[in-house]
């Protein structure tokens, strides 16, 4: 919007006081009063309006505006009191003018005056919005970062909660092999004893000493020794056997981190975390494993072991001296579910809304991630099903895992 | 600052009356178009009111011829002081030449006085006049009024002793005080003036001569 840049209170000429007037009708009006022609010119003698050739000997009235001639109105017909009379009202008229133009002026000034000053705050305005924007693109810039951070920590946590799970693991695993390895260690022992007792009579039996063969024979009680030998050779390899198995077993947990799904019984995955539990509950607690019949799922069974080894271990943590935990599979509305009970010391009714949360432990500082069971839910949550627990303080605890199927 | 016409041998000035709402500027005005007596007085035109209120401005043109033959003319200006006017007030006050602030003699008007003042420095700086150096008269209008109303002349003075600018004493309403405020702003410009166009020297008007030129002796 520009606006001529008049100033209300300048002077004004005749011209421009007569500018946008009704000049026709006023020369009519002036024409009948002055009872003939007339002219209407500035002080340098310019007409304005009226005959266009000048009287020989007109009578003349001033137009007077603001203090100031502005110019004069002539007549050849007309009295001088007629003439005065005319030029009076052709000041007032030029007085109206005068006004309607100050005030139009001045009122386009002091719109001007305001659009400037809207002008003004639009800029700052949109300065503003431009500091804001940028500001909320920094902050959008510092929570990405913030968030990538906090994603880093937790992926650490994760993989530290997953180490500690593998380290109990390692420890229970390391009691059930070495419990066979004991056995193992002890026949070959004897079996070495009864080798050497073979090689001594093997070298009287050589020489034909055939009565110090029967003195050494029954000396070291021989008949005993190829029962006893058999035996403890057959009692290794069942043990070489339970540590073959046990490997095996291991081998489902050294790919806690693959991603490859496979088609598996849960069953078979309950019944080895059982297995790997077995060694720390031993003398405890008694292990009851009520498993139905389940249909074969795609998952991530490394994952999912996890999750089963986690509420034993919970399970086995809970338990007083002596305990019994029990495992259940069966298939409820088109759902697996397995449910995993102690009867040891139960959870406060306070904590139960809160234990699935990220670093809610009960341990003490130092003996647990706070992770396990927020792993838990989140394994199950990525298979499309969900985890719940009941339990009451002192009586037990019940996790109930529900995993769909198909 | 005032304009000069080579062409038309004319010399204007604007003199602004400026001040709180109803403090009485187009009184001032009324008054000096029946006390002064110049060469030459125009009517005062007022241009729009409302319930006696100036809504955009009053005008009263004064002027005198010097020696020299040149018309020195004098278009005398009111604001509208009610605070919503500031654009038309700011607009008024562009060029002007010399401001009379009339302030309202009563108690109860002080903050109001304050405000006014306040916003004539602001928009003296606004249009681009040194509020330091327009020459500026301060009248206290309505002495009329009961005692008990206003504050004294002693307590006025003491609270303006550090400003620089004359301060007078008025009851427009009864035409005291209004000529003299007048004489005491022409007076101030008379030097501004005189460094602008050269009054004595080549139009032979002296500051004396000058203010009873305007105000008709």
């Keep these: 919007m520009e606006l001529d840049p008049h100033t209300f209170d300048r002077e004004f000429d005749l011209a421009e006081l007569l500018a946008g007037m009704p000049l026709a009708r006023m020369a009519q009006i002036l024409a009948t009063l002055l009872d003939g022609e007339f002219r209407l010119v500035t002080v340098g003698g310019q007409l304005m309006l009226g005959r266009a050739e000048p009287f020989a000997q007109p009578g003349r009235a001033a137009i007077r505006h603001d203090l100031e001639t502005l110019g004069h109105l002539e007549s050849a017909s007309a009295g001088e009191a007629r003439l005065s009379a005319a030029a009076g009202m052709v000041e007032l008229v030029l007085q109206l003018s005068a006004r309607y133009r100050m005030a139009a002026d001045l009122h386009t000034e002091t719109v001007q005056e305001d659009y400037a000053a809207l002008q003004h705050q639009l800029a700052a305005l949109k300065e503003s919005e431009a500091r804001y924007k940028t500001l909320s693109e920094e902050l959008e810039e510092r929570v990405r970062q913030q968030v990538e951070t906090l994603e880093t920590a937790q992926r650490q946590l994760y993989q530290a909660e997953k180490l500690a799970s593998i380290g109990q693991l390692a420890a229970g695993v390391a009691h059930e092999i070495n419990n066979p390895i004991g056995f193992i260690r002890s026949n070959l022992s004897t079996a070495q004893q009864y080798v050497r007792n073979l090689e001594r009579l093997a070298a009287l039996m050589k020489a034909g000493d055939m009565a110090q063969f029967q003195a050494v024979w029954n000396e070291a009680d021989m008949a005993f020794v190829t029962e006893d030998f058999a035996a403890l050779l057959g009692e290794s390899v069942a043990g070489a056997d339970r540590v073959a198995k046990i490997v095996a077993d291991l081998k489902g947990f050294s790919n806690v981190d693959q991603t490859e799904e496979e088609i598996v019984n849960l069953n078979d995955n309950l019944r080895f975390a059982c297995n790997v539990v077995a060694g720390q509950i031993k003398d405890k607690a008694e292990l009851v494993l009520e498993l139905g019949g389940l249909p074969r799922i795609l998952c991530l069974p490394g994952h999912l072991n996890q999750v089963f080894l986690n509420l034993l271990l919970n399970a086995v943590q809970s338990l007083p001296d002596q305990g019994r935990i029990k495992v259940c599979s069966d298939v409820l509305n088109n759902e697996i579910r397995i449910r995993i009970s102690d009867n040891g010391c139960g959870i406060p009714e306070g904590n139960l809304d809160r234990i699935f949360d990220p670093f809610f432990t009960t341990h003490e500082v130092g003996s647990g991630t706070g992770l396990g069971l927020t792993v838990c839910r989140d394994i199950v949550q990525a298979h499309g099903g969900r985890i719940g627990v009941e339990s009451k303080a002192g009586a037990g605890t019940t996790f109930t895992v529900y995993l769909p199927i198909g | ?217």
Aim: aromatic share 8%; proline share 5%; charged share 25%.
């Design chain 2, 1 to 217: 600052m005032a304009e000069i016409d080579e062409v038309n041998r004319k010399i204007t000035l604007k003199l602004v009356y400026y001040g709180p709402a109803q403090s009485g500027k187009t009184t001032n005005l009324m008054r000096l178009h029946d006390l002064l007596a110049p060469d030459l007085k125009g009517e005062v035109m007022t241009l729009e009111t409302q319930n006696d209120r100036t809504l955009f401005f009053d005008l009263l043109p004064l002027g005198f011829r010097t020696p020299s033959g040149w018309l020195v003319k004098l278009k005398l200006f009111t604001v509208p002081g009610q605070v919503a006017h500031d654009a038309t007030r700011k607009a008024v006050l562009s060029r002007a030449d010399g401001v009379v602030f009339v302030a309202d003699s009563q108690r109860a008007q002080s903050v109001n006085n304050a405000e006014a003042f306040q916003n004539l420095e602001e928009n003296v700086q606004r249009v681009g006049l040194d509020f330091a150096s327009v020459p500026l008269v301060v009248q206290f209008n309505k002495r009329d009024l009961p005692e008990a109303q206003i504050l004294s002349e002693e307590e006025v003075r003491a609270r303006w002793a550090q400003a620089p600018w004359p301060l007078v004493f008025s009851s427009a309403l009864i035409g005291e005080g209004v000529k003299e405020t007048f004489a005491r702003l022409l007076e101030q410009v008379y030097p501004v003036l005189d460094k602008f166009c050269a009054l004595q020297e080549s139009h032979g008007v002296d500051r004396q001569s000058f203010v009873a030129a305007v105000t008709g002796g």
